[in-house]
């Protein structure tokens, strides 16, 4: 029976081996953590739940389909709530703006900020359905193996102007400062510069409108396991706890993997859902192509990491919405500051998470679990010692919560902890401390990014966040289901 291994129990891994699995593929997961899930790690805290990551689920079509590979359903093993609305946008001059898919309610709050800009709204709308089209359906689970893909995908990126940011094409449809960042933030969710992102980027807006925003009932991790659940189900293998240590090869050849403990398990293929430096320049040291692909890919941009903060507390608060994005007093020079300059600046912008809004069981009764976010520059271009940084940051971001919301959060709180880009770094091998791998540029994009199977090691595959399409969800999970389609094509 044809063997396979995958590095790896985050969103990419698991949707790969349920593939492999469901198409009769003996599949065994190796997860380095006590828990599966990846960056979609959860803690549970003096009765809280504390979801790592991702909070926005969409496209939930992408995850149904790998219960029905095997002709079952997903609602047997997960629960999805809907989101509404899908986020609240809110400055500090007071202006909020409720982002959904209700045409009606979109179109007050648009016309609310600038009634000329409803027409330009449609017609970004139009657009955003054409680079789904062309960008998500048709190229988002196609592997780009060779430049000549890239080539035959050109007239589609040259017709959609592929070249320009997605802040700029938003900003040739609206003409309100505001609205422009409402319809260009969400790059910043998958790691990209809404300056700099490729405008195919803008099909997001189109993912949302057509399958929503969505969470699973119990936090994403709930969502995780029941990936996992079917995964078992179908016969497949999770080991936890044991890091592996190597990827093993005879020649060009990837023999199978062997772990910290010592454990050896042999495999017709192997692939990585784990961080792309770490699995070229750490699990493939032995091998020559490990060393010279971590140099290439360190030439490369990386995304930003995150500064979290979770804290539990006191009191329910039905007036604050599942996902709120907090502006601060900047838009394009914090981008900057970010993604360029690589400085910590005063003022920042906030993803404020709010899952008991949705799901009152992630805290006990009459209390309430969030998460704020911050955006901030990678180790590599912020050398700072977080143990230090981090509580003043810490402080900071409670701060500006407590001006706009929670005037007495402090008092409040039961329990609370950050999260910084030294975590990701230590937890994750997360190169630089990255939360999203390589930055989605569109010269780091399709043929330009990391290929779906290495070009040397030809039984070596990739999924995650750094291979194609990208980070996010449906993302990721479609760059499973580009590689599980490499990986059959090579067994059959």
């Known amino acids: 029976m044809t063997k396979a291994v995958i590095i790896g129990a985050g969103f990419g891994g698991l949707a790969l081996a349920i593939r492999l699995q469901s198409a009769g593929v003996e ?61 609240r946008l809110h400055w500090r001059d007071g202006t909020s703006f409720d982002y959904s898919n209700d045409d009606a309610q979109l179109r007050a709050e648009i016309a609310k900020l600038e009634p000329s800009d409803v027409a330009g709204y449609h017609r970004f709308l139009d657009y955003s359905a054409g680079v789904h089209a062309e960008g998500y359906e048709k190229l988002g689970h196609v592997a780009f193996l060779d430049f000549k ?16 940011s997605v802040y700029d094409m938003v900003s040739s449809f609206v003409r309100n400062d505001k609205l422009r960042e409402a319809f260009s933030f969400h790059t910043l969710l ?22 929503g925003v969505w969470f699973a009932k119990g936090g994403t991790n709930a969502l995780i396991r029941g990936m996992v659940t079917h995964f078992e189900r179908l016969g497949g293998t999770l080991m936890l706890g044991d890091p592996v240590a190597s990827i093993d090869t005879v020649g060009d050849r990837a023999t199978g993997v062997t772990t910290r403990s010592g454990l050896r398990l042999e495999a017709d293929a192997v692939a990585s859902n784990a961080d792309l430096m770490h699995s070229y320049r750490d699990l493939l040291a032995g091998h020559k192509r490990g060393p010279r692909r971590a140099q290439a890919l360190a030439r490369k941009h990386w995304s930003p990491s995150l500064f979290l903060v979770h804290f539990g507390i006191e009191g329910t608060w039905p007036g604050i919405p599942h996902h709120m994005i907090l502006f601060g007093p900047r838009y394009k020079e914090l981008l900057t500051d970010i993604y360029e300059h690589g400085v910590l600046s005063e003022d920042f912008s906030l993803y404020l998470h709010h899952p008991t809004v949705t799901d009152p069981s992630l805290a006990p009764p009459g209390h309430s679990t969030f998460y704020a976010l911050a955006p901030v520059p990678h180790m590599g271009k912020l050398p700072i010692d977080w143990a230090q940084v981090g509580p003043i940051m810490e402080g900071r971001i409670l701060d500006e919560i407590e001006r706009r919301l929670i005037p007495d959060i402090r008092s409040r709180i039961k329990v609370k902890f950050s999260y910084a880009p030294t975590d990701f770094a230590q937890d994750l091998n997360a190169h630089m401390g990255s939360a999203f791998s390589l930055e989605p540029l569109l010269t780091q994009s399709a043929w330009f990014r990391q290929h779906n199977r290495d070009d040397t090691i030809s039984n070596l595959y990739f999924t995650g966040a750094g291979t194609h399409p990208g980070a996010g969800i449906p993302g990721v999970v479609g760059s499973a289901r580009a590689t599980a389609t490499l990986m059959l094509e090579s067994f059959a």
């Open 27 to 87: 599949t065994t997961v190796v997860e380095a953590r006590d828990r599966p899930g990846g960056r979609a790690y959860v803690w549970e805290k003096e009765g809280f739940t504390f979801d790592a990551g991702p909070t926005v689920v969409t496209d939930p079509d992408c995850l149904d389909q790998l219960w029905r590979l095997s002709g079952h359903d997903m609602r047997d093993d997960v629960t999805l709530l809907p989101v509404m609305p899908f986020y």
């Open 149 to 164: 893909s890239m080539l035959s995908a050109a007239p589609s990126l040259a017709k959609y102007q592929a070249w320009r």
């Open 190 to 211: 998958v790691g990209g510069n809404p300056m700099t992102t490729s405008a195919i980027y803008a099909l997001i807006h189109k993912l949302e409108k057509d399958g």
